[in-house]
């Protein structure tokens, strides 16, 4: 397990890349935005994330403080999701 250190405090996940969380422990789920946690909002809010689902890289977003993380593009390797990642 990784940490990546952020303002907002502490992401844990399988690995980090360029400041990227990949696969993240607990990333931000399905939530009411009004309901939805400000410290999980600042840790989270336009700060991509790679999932990895078999050979897929799913890159997610959670934008502002919306009800889900957003897909944002997969890719078939990290470097490629990384560039996705990079112009969100």
Do not use: H
Not at 27 to 53: F, H, K, M, Q, S
């Amino acid at each position: 397990m990784r940490k990546l250190q952020t303002d907002a405090g502490v992401i844990y996940c399988r690995d980090v890349v360029n400041g990227v969380a990949v696969d993240p422990l607990n990333p931000p789920g399905w939530c009411d935005p009004i309901r939805r946690p400000a410290d999980e909002i600042a840790l989270w809010r336009n700060r991509p994330y790679i999932v990895t689902d078999g050979d897929l890289f799913i890159v997610m977003c959670l934008y502002q403080a919306s009800d889900e993380p957003r897909w944002c593009g997969q890719a078939g390797s990290v470097p490629d999701a990384l560039k996705i990642a990079r112009f969100i």
